[in-house]
């Protein structure tokens, strides 16, 4: 499974945005898919996720009821959209997929990534 995300961008404070990532057909019925942040100098810190079985979504504090993902089958494509984003949202987001995953927060269960793509959020 190759993971290709995209959609990052400079977006002022306020604004909102959304992110893609391309996936195989079979990565939307085997695995659990999520976004993931890494900020300069800190770890990699889990953002959302979405369960491969039932489709159900996870959030993490920082971003909940700002952010939705949602997954499209038909176009094998992942989604994060975010609203009201702020400069501490500003981070490389990658998506990233864990076939049949349980653990739904943890960077280290998901086993593969994609390139990742900045997220700059600033007047």
């Known amino acids: 499974v190759q993971l290709q995300a995209s959609g990052g961008g400079l977006v002022q404070p306020g604004g909102s945005l959304r992110l893609s990532c391309r996936a195989p057909?079979?990565?939307?019925?085997?695995?659990?898919m999520g976004w993931f942040r890494q900020a300069p100098g800190q770890e990699r810190q889990f953002v959302a996720s979405?369960?491969?079985?039932?489709?159900?979504?996870f959030y993490a504090d920082s971003v909940k009821g700002r952010a939705i993902i949602s997954r499209d089958a038909g176009q094998n494509t992942l989604y994060l959209r975010m609203v009201g984003l702020r400069p501490e949202d500003t981070a490389v987001y990658y998506c990233?997929?864990?076939?049949?995953?349980?653990?739904?927060?943890?960077?280290?269960?998901?086993?593969?990534w994609g390139q990742g793509t900045l997220v700059t959020v600033s007047s």
């Open positions: 990233a997929a864990a076939r049949y995953g349980r653990e739904y927060e943890d960077p280290t269960k998901f086993e593969v």
């Open positions: 057909a079979r990565a939307f019925s085997e695995y659990t």
């Open positions: 979405i369960s491969w079985s039932l489709h159900n979504t």
